[in-house]
Antibody, heavy 122, light 107 residues
Framework: EVQLVESGGGLVQPGGSLRLSCAAS????????MTWVRQAPGKGLEWVAN????????YYVDSVKGRFTISRDNAKNSLFLQMNSLRAEDTAVYYC???????????????WGQGTLVTVSS | DIQMTQSPSTLSASVGDRVTITCRAS??????LAWYQQKPGKAPKLLIY???SLESGVPSSFSGGGSGTEFTLTISSLRPDDFATYYC?????????FGQGTKVEFK
Protein backbone atom coordinates (compact mmCIF):
# COMPACT_ATOMS: atom_id res chain seq x y z
CA GLU A 1 0.00 0.00 0.00
CA VAL A 2 1.34 3.40 -1.01
CA GLN A 3 1.75 5.71 1.97
CA LEU A 4 2.96 9.30 2.14
CA VAL A 5 3.35 10.89 5.55
CA GLU A 6 4.26 14.57 5.85
CA SER A 7 5.82 16.18 8.89
CA GLY A 8 7.55 19.37 9.91
CA GLY A 9 4.72 21.87 9.75
CA GLY A 10 4.04 24.39 12.46
CA LEU A 11 3.92 28.05 13.40
CA VAL A 12 6.76 30.24 12.15
CA GLN A 13 7.31 33.99 12.10
CA PRO A 14 7.47 35.93 8.85
CA GLY A 15 10.98 35.71 7.44
CA GLY A 16 11.60 32.40 9.18
CA SER A 17 12.39 28.97 7.82
CA LEU A 18 10.84 25.54 8.00
CA ARG A 19 11.72 22.16 6.51
CA LEU A 20 8.96 19.78 5.55
CA SER A 21 9.53 16.06 5.16
CA CYS A 22 7.53 13.36 3.45
CA ALA A 23 8.19 9.70 4.27
CA ALA A 24 7.20 7.39 1.44
CA SER A 25 6.52 3.66 1.58
CA UNK A 26 4.82 0.94 -0.41
CA UNK A 27 6.38 1.75 -3.78
CA UNK A 28 9.73 2.17 -5.50
CA UNK A 29 10.31 5.76 -4.44
CA UNK A 30 13.33 6.36 -6.66
CA UNK A 31 11.28 5.49 -9.76
CA UNK A 32 8.77 8.35 -9.46
CA UNK A 33 8.65 12.09 -9.75
CA MET A 34 7.43 13.69 -6.51
CA THR A 35 5.50 16.89 -5.91
CA TRP A 36 4.45 19.38 -3.26
CA VAL A 37 0.99 20.97 -3.51
CA ARG A 38 -0.42 23.48 -1.03
CA GLN A 39 -3.83 24.71 -0.05
CA ALA A 40 -4.36 27.97 1.83
CA PRO A 41 -7.20 27.91 4.38
CA GLY A 42 -10.54 27.86 2.57
CA LYS A 43 -8.85 28.15 -0.84
CA GLY A 44 -8.05 25.94 -3.80
CA LEU A 45 -5.05 23.79 -4.65
CA GLU A 46 -1.75 25.30 -5.76
CA TRP A 47 1.14 23.29 -7.20
CA VAL A 48 4.39 24.35 -5.49
CA ALA A 49 7.27 22.27 -6.85
CA ASN A 50 8.29 18.91 -8.21
CA UNK A 51 11.46 16.88 -8.55
CA UNK A 52 12.61 14.27 -11.01
CA UNK A 53 13.29 10.63 -10.12
CA UNK A 54 16.98 11.12 -9.41
CA UNK A 55 16.71 14.69 -8.17
CA UNK A 56 18.44 16.08 -11.26
CA UNK A 57 15.59 18.43 -12.23
CA UNK A 58 13.33 20.59 -10.09
CA TYR A 59 10.54 22.97 -11.05
CA TYR A 60 8.85 25.66 -8.97
CA VAL A 61 5.90 28.01 -9.09
CA ASP A 62 7.15 31.58 -9.49
CA SER A 63 5.92 32.71 -6.07
CA VAL A 64 8.36 30.39 -4.25
CA LYS A 65 11.37 30.49 -6.60
CA GLY A 66 14.50 31.49 -4.73
CA ARG A 67 12.87 30.85 -1.35
CA PHE A 68 11.86 27.16 -1.44
CA THR A 69 14.01 24.17 -2.34
CA ILE A 70 12.68 20.72 -3.09
CA SER A 71 14.98 17.75 -2.60
CA ARG A 72 14.85 14.01 -2.10
CA ASP A 73 16.84 11.23 -0.50
CA ASN A 74 16.14 8.07 -2.45
CA ALA A 75 18.13 5.94 -0.02
CA LYS A 76 15.74 6.99 2.75
CA ASN A 77 12.56 7.17 0.62
CA SER A 78 12.09 10.76 1.66
CA LEU A 79 11.03 14.02 0.03
CA PHE A 80 11.78 17.43 1.49
CA LEU A 81 10.76 21.06 1.08
CA GLN A 82 13.08 23.65 2.58
CA MET A 83 11.12 26.88 2.98
CA ASN A 84 13.02 30.11 3.68
CA SER A 85 11.95 33.76 3.90
CA LEU A 86 8.43 32.65 4.73
CA ARG A 87 5.56 35.05 4.19
CA ALA A 88 2.02 35.18 5.53
CA GLU A 89 0.77 34.12 2.10
CA ASP A 90 2.69 30.83 2.43
CA THR A 91 0.25 29.76 5.17
CA ALA A 92 -1.33 26.57 3.92
CA VAL A 93 -1.66 22.83 4.26
CA TYR A 94 1.23 21.33 2.33
CA TYR A 95 0.61 18.01 0.62
CA CYS A 96 3.25 15.61 -0.61
CA UNK A 97 2.06 13.75 -3.71
CA UNK A 98 3.42 11.01 -5.92
CA UNK A 99 3.53 11.81 -9.60
CA UNK A 100 2.35 8.95 -11.78
CA UNK A 101 5.36 9.34 -14.08
CA UNK A 102 8.37 7.08 -14.06
CA UNK A 103 10.13 8.75 -17.00
CA UNK A 104 11.34 12.16 -18.14
CA UNK A 105 8.08 14.13 -17.98
CA UNK A 106 5.97 14.58 -14.90
CA UNK A 107 2.26 13.92 -15.16
CA UNK A 108 -0.65 13.83 -12.71
CA UNK A 109 -0.68 13.04 -9.00
CA UNK A 110 -1.98 9.61 -8.10
CA UNK A 111 -1.28 9.36 -4.37
CA TRP A 112 -1.37 12.10 -1.73
CA GLY A 113 -0.33 12.41 1.88
CA GLN A 114 -2.64 13.78 4.57
CA GLY A 115 -0.92 17.15 4.60
CA THR A 116 0.93 19.25 7.16
CA LEU A 117 -0.15 22.75 8.19
CA VAL A 118 2.29 25.63 7.94
CA THR A 119 1.22 28.87 9.60
CA VAL A 120 3.29 32.01 9.04
CA SER A 121 2.36 34.63 11.59
CA SER A 122 3.88 36.91 14.19
CA ASP B 1 1.02 30.40 -17.23
CA ILE B 2 -1.98 28.36 -18.33
CA GLN B 3 -5.13 29.52 -16.55
CA MET B 4 -7.72 26.87 -15.73
CA THR B 5 -11.27 28.10 -15.25
CA GLN B 6 -14.00 25.88 -13.87
CA SER B 7 -17.73 26.43 -14.05
CA PRO B 8 -19.85 26.57 -12.12
CA SER B 9 -18.10 27.43 -8.86
CA THR B 10 -20.95 25.85 -6.91
CA LEU B 11 -23.46 23.30 -8.09
CA SER B 12 -26.58 22.39 -6.12
CA ALA B 13 -27.89 18.93 -6.90
CA SER B 14 -29.79 15.96 -5.52
CA VAL B 15 -28.95 12.28 -5.21
CA GLY B 16 -29.52 10.63 -8.58
CA ASP B 17 -28.93 13.79 -10.61
CA ARG B 18 -26.62 13.86 -13.60
CA VAL B 19 -24.09 16.67 -13.14
CA THR B 20 -21.48 18.14 -15.43
CA ILE B 21 -18.56 20.39 -14.50
CA THR B 22 -16.67 22.30 -17.17
CA CYS B 23 -12.98 23.21 -17.15
CA ARG B 24 -11.49 25.58 -19.72
CA ALA B 25 -7.79 26.10 -20.35
CA SER B 26 -6.39 29.44 -21.52
CA UNK B 27 -4.45 27.62 -24.25
CA UNK B 28 -4.46 24.15 -25.71
CA UNK B 29 -3.30 21.39 -23.37
CA UNK B 30 -4.15 18.49 -25.69
CA UNK B 31 -5.47 15.83 -23.28
CA UNK B 32 -3.07 16.56 -20.45
CA LEU B 33 -5.78 17.07 -17.86
CA ALA B 34 -6.65 15.40 -14.56
CA TRP B 35 -9.66 15.66 -12.26
CA TYR B 36 -9.53 15.33 -8.48
CA GLN B 37 -12.17 15.05 -5.77
CA GLN B 38 -11.60 16.59 -2.35
CA LYS B 39 -13.69 16.27 0.77
CA PRO B 40 -13.36 18.65 3.76
CA GLY B 41 -10.22 18.03 5.78
CA LYS B 42 -9.00 15.34 3.40
CA ALA B 43 -6.38 15.09 0.69
CA PRO B 44 -7.46 15.24 -2.94
CA LYS B 45 -8.18 11.97 -4.72
CA LEU B 46 -7.42 11.32 -8.38
CA LEU B 47 -10.50 10.51 -10.46
CA ILE B 48 -9.62 11.00 -14.13
CA TYR B 49 -6.34 11.44 -16.05
CA UNK B 50 -5.52 12.18 -19.69
CA UNK B 51 -8.91 13.89 -19.83
CA UNK B 52 -10.96 10.71 -20.05
CA SER B 53 -9.14 7.78 -18.42
CA LEU B 54 -10.76 6.53 -15.23
CA GLU B 55 -8.40 5.91 -12.34
CA SER B 56 -8.51 2.39 -10.94
CA GLY B 57 -11.14 1.98 -8.24
CA VAL B 58 -13.14 5.06 -9.21
CA PRO B 59 -16.83 4.35 -9.88
CA SER B 60 -17.87 4.20 -13.51
CA SER B 61 -20.47 6.87 -12.78
CA PHE B 62 -17.58 9.33 -13.27
CA SER B 63 -16.49 10.17 -16.78
CA GLY B 64 -14.29 12.79 -18.38
CA GLY B 65 -14.21 14.26 -21.84
CA GLY B 66 -12.79 16.95 -24.03
CA SER B 67 -9.46 17.97 -25.49
CA GLY B 68 -7.63 21.13 -26.42
CA THR B 69 -9.12 23.85 -24.23
CA GLU B 70 -12.49 22.55 -23.09
CA PHE B 71 -13.08 19.63 -20.78
CA THR B 72 -15.92 18.12 -18.78
CA LEU B 73 -16.34 15.93 -15.74
CA THR B 74 -19.70 14.18 -15.60
CA ILE B 75 -21.25 12.22 -12.77
CA SER B 76 -24.02 10.17 -14.34
CA SER B 77 -26.01 9.61 -11.14
CA LEU B 78 -25.00 11.50 -8.02
CA ARG B 79 -24.50 9.41 -4.90
CA PRO B 80 -24.33 10.76 -1.32
CA ASP B 81 -20.56 10.12 -1.29
CA ASP B 82 -20.06 12.37 -4.33
CA PHE B 83 -20.86 15.64 -2.57
CA ALA B 84 -17.41 17.23 -2.52
CA THR B 85 -15.24 19.78 -4.29
CA TYR B 86 -13.78 18.91 -7.69
CA TYR B 87 -10.63 20.34 -9.27
CA CYS B 88 -9.20 20.09 -12.75
CA UNK B 89 -5.43 20.31 -13.26
CA UNK B 90 -3.31 20.66 -16.37
CA UNK B 91 0.05 18.95 -16.76
CA UNK B 92 0.96 20.15 -20.24
CA UNK B 93 3.18 23.01 -19.10
CA UNK B 94 4.91 24.46 -16.09
CA UNK B 95 3.76 25.70 -13.72
CA UNK B 96 1.19 22.99 -13.18
CA UNK B 97 -2.11 24.77 -12.53
CA PHE B 98 -5.45 23.85 -11.02
CA GLY B 99 -8.90 25.20 -11.59
CA GLN B 100 -10.43 27.14 -8.72
CA GLY B 101 -12.70 24.22 -7.80
CA THR B 102 -16.38 23.34 -8.10
CA LYS B 103 -18.28 22.53 -4.94
CA VAL B 104 -21.11 20.04 -5.43
CA GLU B 105 -23.59 20.58 -2.62
CA PHE B 106 -27.00 19.26 -1.63
CA LYS B 107 -29.88 21.11 -3.20
Amino acid sequence: EVQLVESGGGLVQPGGSLRLSCAASGFAFSSYWMTWVRQAPGKGLEWVANIKLDGSDQYYVDSVKGRFTISRDNAKNSLFLQMNSLRAEDTAVYYCARDSSTNNWSLFFDYWGQGTLVTVSS
Amino acid sequence: DIQMTQSPSTLSASVGDRVTITCRASQSISSWLAWYQQKPGKAPKLLIYEASSLESGVPSSFSGGGSGTEFTLTISSLRPDDFATYYCQQYANYPRTFGQGTKVEFK
